[in-house]
C-alpha cells in the first residue's frame, strides 16, 4: 500500500488561510469516508484533529476544517496562528482493512 | 484523562526480538480497537497493526509474519511482539486507542 501524497511543505502568514491536500487512490481515499487528520509537534504525542472527513473532534478550533473530492482530501486551517506551526498528516483506511498515512506536510507560519 | 504509555523500547541487533508495551488508563481498554503506529527518524508516519476488541488482528505487510499484536483487557495493556528485526523497523512505535489517541512513543533501534 502506498503512502498518501501529501505536499513537503506549506506557509503562510498569520490570520491567512492554508490548504494542505492529501491524494490516495480509489482503493482508500476515493472508497471510504475514513479520512483523518493529524497534527503533530517533534517529540509529542500526534493530535486528532479531524476526523472521518470532516468532523472535529471535542476541543478542536472551529479553525481547523476538512473536506474531500474523489481521491483528495484536504485540511484547511483559517487565522492561521504560530501555534500552527507543526508537522499534518492524513491518513485513510483502505480495501485490504489497513490504514496508509500521508508523508506528512510541514506547516510554517511566517 | 486518557493516557497510553508505551514501553520496551531499546537497542536489538538485526535478527533480534523486543516486546513492546502499552498500558493504558482513563477509557474502557476493552471497548477499543488498539494499534501501533511507527516513525522513522526524519520520515512520516506508518501505520504497523491494530488488535480489534474481539481480538482480531491485521498487519501491515512490511511486518505480516514478523511482527504479533496482542491485547490483555484485563491488565488495559496492548503489546507488539517484534521478531526478525531489521535496520528498517528503526523507528519510535506509538500506541493508539483507535487512531484517536496517541501515547508519546517509544524508540527501538535496531543495529549491530
Known amino acids: 500500500q502506498s503512502a498518501l501524497t501529501q505536499p513537503a511543505s506549506v506557509s503562510g502568514s498569520p490570520g491567512q488561510s492554508i490548504t494542505v491536500s492529501c491524494t490516495g487512490t480509489s482503493n482508500d481515499v476515493g472508497a471510504y469516508n475514513y479520512v483523518s487528520w493529524y497534527q503533530h509537534h517533534p517529540g509529542k504525542a500526534p493530535k486528532l484533529m479531524i476526523y472521518?472527513?470532516?468532523n472535529r473532534p471535542s476541543g478542536v478550533s472551529n479553525r481547523f476544517s476538512g473536506s474531500k473530492s474523489g481521491n483528495t482530501a484536504s485540511l484547511t486551517i483559517s487565522g492561521l496562528q504560530a501555534e500552527d506551526e507543526a508537522d499534518y498528516y492524513c491518513s485513510s483506511f483502505t480495501n485490504i482493512y489497513s490504514w496508509v498515512f500521508g508523508g506528512g506536510t510541514k506547516l510554517t507560519v511566517l | 484523562e486518557v493516557q497510553l504509555v508505551e514501553s520496551g523500547g531499546g537497542l536489538v541487533q538485526p535478527g533480534g526480538s523486543l516486546r513492546l508495551s502499552c498500558a493504558a488508563s482513563g477509557f474502557t481498554f476493552s471497548s477499543y480497537d488498539m494499534h501501533w503506529v511507527r516513525q522513522p527518524t526524519g520520515k512520516g508516519l506508518e501505520w504497523v497493526s491494530v488488535v480489534g476488541t474481539a481480538g482480531d488482528t491485521y498487519y501491515a505487510g512490511s511486518v505480516k509474519g514478523r511482527f504479533t499484536i496482542s491485547r490483555e483487557n484485563a491488565k488495559n495493556s496492548l503489546y507488539l511482539q517484534m521478531n526478525g528485526l531489521r535496520a528498517g523497523d528503526t523507528a519510535v512505535y506509538y500506541c493508539t486507542r483507535n487512531l484517536d489517541r496517541w501515547g508519546q512513543g517509544t524508540l527501538v533501534t535496531v543495529s549491530s
Open positions: 472521518e472527513v470532516s
